[in-house]
């Protein structure tokens, strides 16, 4: 997980891997899946070919720069479980026991079903050996993606491991919930997203945050910041991580960032209030 400053960078270059921009949008609850059937297929939401794919977006390769994602099983008997993984450095075939922290954590784990209406944002614990485990707990059967996001010590850029994970039972993938410009979470928070981002333009996405139709003023700090932002790829959940810029504990959160390409998007926001986490999550189509 990289600051905003180096997050202007880093979606700059992802920019120029990927084409062009996005627009902004909103949906309902962020993490109960919709009751209604769709077929398997997801081609109605996938983005676009890129203009110039030179590299591989965040989150879609297991092995990268020399590392390896080792998810333990990939496939969990039941919607709760432990997760066990570690990341392996190729060269050596030994886990990795050496990271930078970032905002607190070594290592920050993205769970998100392939439909892209569950999500979970998980901190493992390491063993000394290297490796991680987290208990889980998944709203429905299906399909997933593990997304490891870390820093080995001593390398100066971040990457995105993305790992699949099935979770067996009956599964019936649900329809992205549709563009809207605010979002709600299960216990009556608001959260409205203003600004549009440009292709291969870094701009900025402000998010306000209320409750009850009174603004919220007292945003509580979650890992250093008062805001976190992650950005899935509708088709093939190439993974996007951003921070807000340095600011007031609310109502509003204020993001750069630069979208990878065309598309349909899912955004999820983490921001903490009243000592809790909640997610408010909003469904993005690309320009």
């Not at 707990?137 to 001593?154: C, E, N």
């Amino acid at each position: 997980m990289r600051t905003g400053l180096k997050i202007a960078a880093f979606t700059a270059a992802a920019a120029a891997t990927f084409g062009t921009a996005y627009g902004v949008g909103s949906a309902a609850d962020p993490v109960v899946a919709g009751d209604e059937k769709r077929p398997a297929a997801h081609d109605e939401h996938a983005a676009a070919p890129a203009a110039a794919a030179d590299t591989t977006p965040g989150g879609l390769q297991v092995s990268e720069r020399g590392y390896t994602l080792d998810l333990e099983r990939d496939r969990l008997p039941g919607r709760t479980g432990e997760l066990r993984f570690t990341i392996t450095k190729d060269a050596t075939g030994k886990p990795l026991t050496s990271y930078t922290k970032e905002h607190g954590k070594e290592l920050h784990l993205i769970v998100a079903s392939r439909d892209l209406t569950a999500y979970r944002h998980l901190h493992p614990v390491r063993a000394a050996d290297g490796t991680w485990s987290t208990p889980v707990s998944l709203p429905k059967a299906g399909d997933y993606r593990v997304f490891a996001d870390f820093t080995p010590r001593g390398e100066e850029e971040g990457l995105t491991l993305g790992a699949g994970l099935g979770v067996a039972g009956t599964y019936a993938p649900a329809p992205l919930p549709p563009h809207a410009a605010t979002a709600r979470t299960a216990d009556g928070y608001e959260v409205r997203v203003d600004g549009e981002l440009r292709p291969g333009t870094a701009s900025e996405l402000t998010l306000g945050v209320s409750k009850d139709g009174r603004p919220v003023t007292d945003l509580e700090p979650y890992l250093g910041a008062y805001g976190h932002l992650v950005a899935l790829r509708s088709g093939d959940l190439a993974y996007l991580h951003v921070h807000p810029h340095d600011g007031r504990p609310g109502p509003e959160v204020s993001f750069t960032a630069t979208a990878p390409s065309t598309g349909t998007y899912r955004l999820f926001l983490d921001f903490k209030h009243d000592g809790k986490v909640r997610t408010a999550a909003f469904t993005v189509h690309a320009a």
